[in-house]
């Protein structure tokens, strides 16, 4: 693991050692490298963990969100060059230090084995993309963001610190690997509510679960283009792997305390979907589409079969880089227009023909249309959650049908109808924007070819 | 060799869209390149039909395994059976046609590459949901039809209507695309499979919840009423869209998977009866409104719905085998109405409305004639294509054992179906001209003359050839009274003298007040009114309003963190704000200090 992680660290030297012409080519290129030499990552011969170390391991469930972090920072990378161009060299390489440093820290949580180390590095995340966040942003709104974000997150996952605590001392050991053999129930007590719900909230808050999402639509809206990625693409899954990893654990209580979570999820899903129909502003809807899709994964978690896992698992890779790429888009139409508003990028298809085929394309992966990888981890989730009650079907459906509408919406608003006049003279889309969509579709269409390697642990 | 030639003949269709990558696309022959691939696809396809009609033979191939998790195997497989093997080739063959029509029809648009291409990966899909062996691979096709229809008939996009209609066509698909996974979970979760031979092998019990699932499906994509309003709509589109999606191919697509359902089906006497009530609601409805309307393409979208309805009636009294041959059959003379009503849009610069045309039988002689045996062949008049499956839906409906309500509905639909028929007809061919004198009408242009002809003879001989080679599956009615054997055909000819009359006795009438039964006939039943109205309004605004306003910024906001932050400043405003009393600060200070000494002595 350490031949991903020091090359990462290497980064930051390179960073500050490159000429001034070659910042960008020279950060961007060597990310891809190193997101090359993850990708043998995806190959696990077993069903077992690829230990590196006493650190550092890998399994199937983590494989795929590791290689989803290493590929997107040459993205972000890319998306943000326009964004910094007239900033002065020390403060690009500022932002690209605090890339990498997330980059960094967030392989760590990934292979982390122990779950102490995981948390303090699902903590340190915070710090970077605070500072991307609050000084980066394009609106004074960012610090609220800011506030907002960094609140939210801190007050749910402060109870799992001494959660985590607690379980060292009941078990003796805090490491991913054992965990998995120590299979005694939890005593049905009031102290072990409380230690679920503290070992389930901090993860909740991220993914972010209804009701406590209100830091991902400002945080999404505030940040500059590098930090609504990382924040669709991978932070919001570093809820969805923690909740996957730490359930085995808590195993008779899940049971029933799943219940109001998974209602409040499925009713969230609803109005989250719903809020997206009313929304004028582009970041808004993609962060609010977000947060439905992130309360399938959430359901899928807590209802527990192996196929609502496989589905949880194919669904944050898929969104990861389906609204990674709708970021993306939004961002290269506000660099046009100036502004998220949708009616204002409206006929953008006639100006930029190879740009709307790629919205067309994000759009259809937004609603999962088959055989994209989006509609295996949806499929598999609103299978696994229709065997647990039937009724779903009805909620899922709904949601399904939303979905469809709004992604259609967003496409029909900013690229059909009749272009107006204010972007008569805008820029035609760059070779690099044109690869940097490619290099997240690219990704989304060959994983349909072997969705296996997404599915985590197919037991 | 049978199997490898169906291959041959689906894989040919993915070579022009494999050759846009190489940047050959760009040139202008493009189209004629895609036109030719389907006709030698066509052809390609013929051999193994042949093959099947000798021999009977049905297979199922599996090429290539996909994924197989737990005890899930999902594979590339193809199901080459009775429906697939004769629907291919008539699909092909009407394509082609259209393909020709589009070139003439679409020839001026600067993108016409990208229809082609449009048009191309939509029959693919359909030919990979009509060839699925597996519910995952016929969802793909089910998919990508709509999303295909989505982008066709916003094909236009600067229109607002095209938009609108397209969005339309996606609300109602994915309603019924609801239905569909419903019953793909519950065949995962019952029967452990989605291969469509291991389904119907286990034929598991209580098959109603994953039936009206199915029956959802069918019901969105094929227009059923309640699910209906989005294939009029689709008439935004352009016409060889209309002709193809909306006419042959993709509207069937739902009557095609009940009748790949029917194995579960014929068991089931509660959906069978639903089915047929469905379908004749659908039938006669539809018919209704396609009788006041005044756009031509949209009485014939009307009639593709009515038609569909028909087709679901035949599901609903367990004749799939009927249902499939009417499919067959209409998909050439219902694309040639198309083609034709396109033709005469065209010469009389996209003029849609009837009441505008008149005389065309004088300038536009070759379409009249098709016009004229395609609504014929539609309503069913004696060995015309229509006949051969019309005919033999309605006698097998009136010998069985069904419910009367349903059947009537029916017959009232055949008999207005010849009524509109003859509503275009009167209108837009015969009488004096009505169109303005400065419109130049050409119609001989070789794509568009020899793509209807192809249609044309399609229309009068193909239900002949398609009805006597195919083997005859459930043995027809043979003997019935006289009086039943020539009830269809009785009511139609009612439909055509009555409509013919009251056309002629109104044709100088003015219609000073409209009667609520032309209000209700006109505005298609106040449906799209109050459907298109009353929901979304309701439903968006409760999002606006309730999920957006009140829960999330007044709420939630509110709750957590402005309350918690609102706490905070008070308190820290009353605790931090000096007042000078220093005695009190002392004072408090040394509590403080006696109490934690007192206490760190007396620990033990």
Redesign the interface.
């Known amino acids: 693991m350490l031949k991903i992680i020091i090359p990462t660290i290497m980064l930051m030297p390179l960073t500050w050692l490159s000429k001034k012409n070659m910042i960008w080519i020279n950060t961007t290129t060597y990310s891809l490298l190193i997101s090359l030499i993850s990708l043998s990552l995806l190959n696990q011969p077993s069903n077992n963990s690829l230990n590196f170390s006493l650190m550092f391991f890998s399994d199937p469930l983590s494989a795929p969100l590791l290689v989803l972090t290493t590929w997107l920072l040459p993205l972000m990378l890319m998306a943000s060059q326009h964004h910094l161009s007239k900033e002065p060299l020390t403060r690009k390489k500022l932002y690209i230090t605090m890339l990498t440093m997330l980059q960094t820290f967030l392989i760590m949580t990934f292979t982390a084995t122990e779950l102490i180390s995981f948390y303090i590095l699902f903590e340190a995340t915070l710090v970077p993309t605070l500072i991307i966040i609050t000084r980066w942003g394009n609106q004074t709104e960012r610090l609220n963001a800011g506030l907002?974000f960094l609140?939210?997150t801190l007050m749910g996952s402060l109870p799992l610190l001494v959660a985590l605590i607690s379980i060292q001392n009941l078990t003796g050991s805090l490491n991913f690997l054992l965990i998995q053999y120590w299979n005694q129930a939890l005593p049905d007590s009031w102290s072990n509510i409380f230690l679920w719900l503290a070992c389930m909230m901090a993860f909740m808050v991220k993914m972010p679960l209804y009701?406590?999402?209100?830091w991902l639509p400002k945080a999404h809206v505030e940040a500059p283009i590098a930090g609504s990625m990382v924040l669709a693409a991978i932070l919001l899954k570093l809820g969805g792997y923690g909740m996957l990893r730490i359930t085995t654990m808590l195993n008779p209580q899940t049971s029933f305390m799943a219940y109001p979570f998974l209602m409040l999820s499925l009713w969230g899903m609803i109005?989250?979907s719903?809020?997206c129909?009313?929304q004028t502003d582009l970041k808004s809807l993609i962060a609010y589409s977000s947060v439905s899709h992130m309360a399938l994964v959430i359901v899928a978690v807590l209802i527990q079969t192996?196929?609502s896992y496989?589905g949880a698992t194919a669904l944050m890779i898929a969104h990861g880089l389906t609204s990674s790429m709708l970021f993306c888009l939004a961002n290269s139409n506000y660099e046009r227009t100036h502004s998220r508003t949708m009616i204002l990028a409206r006929?953008l298809?006639?100006l930029l023909p190879l740009m709307a085929a790629w919205w067309?394309l994000a759009s259809?992966t937004n609603l999962a249309?088959?055989?994209s990888i989006n509609l295996i981890g949806e499929?598999f989730v609103?299978?696994s959650s229709?065997?647990w009650s039937?009724i779903t079907?009805i909620l899922?459906?709904?949601n399904?049908?939303i979905t469809?509408?709004y992604s259609?919406?967003m496409l029909?608003t900013t690229?059909?109808?009749?272009y107006t006049h204010h972007i008569n003279s805008i820029k035609p889309s760059f070779t690099r924007e044109n690869a940097l969509m490619a290099l997240h579709m690219t990704p989304l269409l060959l994983l349909s070819l072997?969705?296996?390697i997404i599915?985590g642990f197919?037991? | 060799m049978f199997s490898s030639l169906m291959l041959v003949s689906l894989l040919m269709l993915t070579l022009p869209i494999m050759s846009s990558i190489f940047n050959t696309y760009k040139n202008s022959t493009f189209p004629h390149h895609v036109k030719n691939t389907i006709s030698y696809a066509f052809i390609t396809s013929l051999i193994p039909t042949m093959m099947f009609i000798h021999s009977g033979q049905e297979t199922i191939i599996s090429n290539w395994h996909w994924?197989t998790?737990?005890t899930l195997k999902l594979s590339l497989s193809f199901k080459l059976d009775y429906f697939s093997m004769i629907f291919v080739p008539v699909a092909l063959f009407v394509t082609w046609s259209i393909m020709e029509f589009s070139l003439w029809y679409m020839h001026s648009d600067p993108y016409i590459t990208r229809f082609f291409k449009y048009l191309l990966t939509f029959l693919i899909t359909m030919m990979i949901l009509v060839t699925a062996n597996n519910l995952?691979q016929l969802?793909?096709g089910w998919?990508?039809v709509g999303?295909m229809s989505?982008?066709l008939i916003?094909w236009w996009?600067?229109r607002?209507d095209a938009?609108t209609a397209?969005?339309q066509a996606?609300?109602y698909n994915?309603?019924g695309?609801?239905g569909f996974?419903?019953a793909?979970?519950?065949f995962?979760?019952n029967t452990n499979t989605w291969d469509l031979q291991q389904i119907f092998m286990l034929d598991p019990n209580l098959t109603n919840?994953p039936l009206l699932g199915l029956l959802l499906a069918a019901t969105g994509k094929s227009a059923q009423f309640g699910l209906h309003p989005w294939l009029p709509s689709a008439m935004e589109g352009p016409t060889p869209v209309s002709a193809l999606l909306h006419s042959s191919t993709m509207v069937v697509a739902g009557v095609f998977l009940l009748i790949r359902f029917h194995p579960l089906m014929e068991n089931n006497k509660t959906i069978q009866s639903l089915t047929l009530c469905l379908g004749a609601i659908t039938t006669l409805f539809t018919a209704i409104c396609a009788l006041t309307q005044n756009d031509i393409k949209k009485i014939i979208a009307f009639s593709t719905s009515s038609q569909l309805g028909l087709m679901i009636v035949t599901i609903g009294i367990n004749q799939p085998y009927l249902a499939f041959l009417h499919i067959c059959t209409h998909a050439f003379f219902k694309a040639m109405l198309f083609m034709c009503s396109g033709s005469i849009i065209h010469s009389l610069n996209d003029e849609q409305d009837i009441r505008k045309m008149g005389g065309l039988f004088n300038a536009m002689p070759f379409t009249t004639t098709s016009l004229i045996i395609g609504s014929l062949a539609l309503t069913g008049i004696p060995f015309l294509t229509g006949f051969y499956s019309k005919d033999l839906i309605i006698e097998t409906a009136n010998t069985s054992y069904t419910n009367a309500w349903a059947l009537l509905m029916t017959l009232i639909a055949t008999s207005l179906t010849a009524a509109y028929s003859t509503r275009i007809i009167f209108f837009a061919l015969l009488g004096q001209p009505r169109f303005l004198p400065l419109t130049s009408i050409n119609e001989n242009n070789p794509f568009l003359i020899n793509s209807i002809k192809r249609l044309l003879i399609g229309s009068i001989f193909a239900g002949f050839f398609i009805s006597n080679n195919i083997y005859p599956t459930t043995v027809p009615e043979m003997t019935m009274p006289t009086y039943m054997k020539l009830t269809a055909l009785a009511v139609t000819i009612l439909g055509f003298t009555l409509a013919l009359e009251l056309s002629l006795m109104t044709h100088n009438l003015k219609l000073e007040h409209s009667t609520s039964v032309f209000k209700f006939s006109n505005l298609l039943g106040y449906y799209p009114t109050i459907m298109h109205r009353l929901p979304p309004l309701a439903?968006?605004s409760?999002?606006?309003k309730s999920?957006?306003l009140l829960?999330?910024s007044i709420w939630?906001?509110n709750i957590?963190?402005k309350s918690i932050s609102q706490f905070q400043m008070k308190t820290s405003i009353l605790i931090s704000t000096q007042k000078g009393q220093i005695k009190l600060y002392f004072l408090s200070f040394l509590i403080t200090l006696t109490l934690s000494m007192l206490l760190f002595n007396l620990h033990e």
Do not use: C
């Open positions: 907002y609140f939210y009701g406590l999402h209100l109005m989250t719903s809020i129909l009313r192996p196929w496989m006929g298809q006639t067309l259809l249309l088959p055989p499929l609103v299978m229709f065997s039937n079907i899922m459906g709904a399904i049908t469809a509408l259609l919406y029909i690229q059909r109808g009749k072997n969705p296996k599915l197919t037991y | 994924m998790m737990q995952f969802f793909i998919e990508g999303i989505f982008l916003g996009y600067g607002t938009n397209a969005l996606i609300l994915r309603i695309d609801i996974i419903m793909m979970a519950w995962l979760f919840l439903n968006l409760m999002s606006q999920a957006s829960l999330d939630l906001e957590l963190p």
